[in-house]
């Protein structure tokens, strides 16, 4: 069964860089079968997907976010990585990291991470 | 990216079918086939219900149904249950290879 689970600091300050990993397991990020990708909620509010990465190495942005953000994957590990640079308050949310579903970049969010919240706050 | 525009919320009776609207634009719903959506309980992740347009994944119930039409796709619910009541969002895939959701739909089961 296929698991995936976000780690990171649950606070960052005002204009540095939040930093979140996703662990895959029960499958490898390695067999090319799934693009992975990053989403977020602000409390009460709706998603807003981030971007996501090929086990290549090949990252696709929100074009709205495209200036703050890096999304890089570890294939030796199963993992792949979130970085959001010079964040504000408006950058306080729950970040999901979730498959493609074995289907290019369609929406097909079959698995999600419990997803964790970060606030931005001094 | 704009999101795609549901209305905030949609009610209905144990038993009634319910629609719920999700509209874009020629960009995102009205050129690609790529339209899914997701039931979100309080505190809990989205669950995928329906992925391109009409397709249910394994496990979910077949009161769920979807459709589009031009710019516009909807997800109807027939014979509502107590445990539908949630929130449910669109999304779609974009002609910028990226994805944009809905703003969400919260579903009242009165």
């Known amino acids: 069964q296929l698991q995936l689970q976000e780690s990171g600091p649950g606070l960052v300050k005002p204009s540095e860089t939040l930093s979140l990993t996703c662990t895959v397991s029960g499958a490898s990020i390695n067999s090319g079968s799934s693009y992975w990708g990053w989403i977020r909620q602000p409390p009460g509010k709706g998603l807003e997907w981030i971007g996501a990465i090929y086990y290549t190495g090949t990252p696709y942005y929100n074009p709205s976010l495209k200036s703050r953000v890096t999304i890089s994957v570890d294939t030796s590990k199963n993992q792949f990585s979130l970085k959001l640079s010079s964040v504000t308050a408006a950058d306080t949310a729950v970040y999901y990291c979730?498959?493609?579903?074995?289907?290019?970049?369609?929406?097909?969010?079959?698995?999600w991470g419990q997803g964790t919240l970060v606030t931005v706050s001094s | 990216q704009s999101a795609l525009t549901q209305p905030a919320s949609v009610s209905g009776s144990p038993g009634q079918s319910i629609t719920i609207s999700c509209t874009g634009t020629?960009?995102?719903?009205?050129?690609?086939?790529?339209v899914s959506w997701f039931q979100q309980h309080p505190g809990k992740a989205p669950q995928l219900m329906i992925y391109?347009?009409?397709n249910r994944p394994s496990g979910v119930s077949n009161r769920f149904s979807g459709s589009k039409s031009g710019n516009t796709a909807s997800l109807t619910i027939s014979g509502l249950q107590a445990e539908d009541e949630a929130d449910y969002f669109c999304?779609?895939?974009?002609?910028?290879?990226?994805?944009?959701f809905g703003g969400g739909t919260k579903l009242t089961v009165l």
């Open positions: 979730a498959t493609h579903g074995f289907s290019g970049l369609r929406p097909n969010f079959d698995y």
């Open positions: 391109d347009v009409s």
């Open positions: 999304a779609s895939y974009t002609s910028r290879n990226s994805v944009v």
């Open positions: 020629s960009s995102d719903i009205g050129s690609y086939n790529y």
